[in-house]
Nanobody, 125 residues
Framework: QVQLVESGGGLVQAGGSLRLSCAVS????????MGWFRQAPGKEREFVAA????????YYANSVKGRFTISRDNAKNTVYLQMKSLKPEDTAVYYC??????????????????WGQGTQVTVSS
């Protein structure tokens, strides 16, 4: 079983930057494709970004393209989400996710095998 723990959330002004981290334990990180999802109050959980097992391919939701960057350091068992030019509509709980077996990249809820507990990101106007 994979355990995922997010950190790095907090309060930031619009236009600012924040980097989220996801520490992975239970298995070697390189075993899994990884992703980030988010959920705002009253809204469905939505896909944000994903990265394949090697880090050579990334995929982003249209709402964050050009602003967010997903990366991974398999040696440190850590996945990152660098967020810049943050907007109030980015406010949400951000969840780290690992893929189900044999999923190349987890860009949908059905592709997720394990979830982290989430970290709150709040962007003020």
């Amino acid at each position: 079983q994979v355990q995922l723990v997010e950190s790095g959330g907090g309060l930031v002004q619009a236009g600012g930057s924040l980097r989220l981290s996801c520490a992975v334990s239970g298995r070697t990180l390189s075993t899994y494709a990884m992703g980030w999802f988010r959920q705002a109050p009253g809204k469905e959980r939505e896909f944000v970004a994903a990265i394949n097992w090697s880090g050579g391919y990334t995929y982003y939701a249209n709402s964050v393209k050009g602003r967010f960057t997903i990366s991974r350091d398999n040696a440190k068992n850590t996945v990152y989400l660098q967020m810049k030019s943050l907007k109030p509509e980015d406010t949400a709980v951000y969840y780290c996710a690992s893929s189900r077996d044999n999923i190349v990249i987890p860009n949908s809820l059905s592709a997720v095998g394990s979830w982290g507990q989430g970290t709150q990101v709040t962007v003020s106007s």
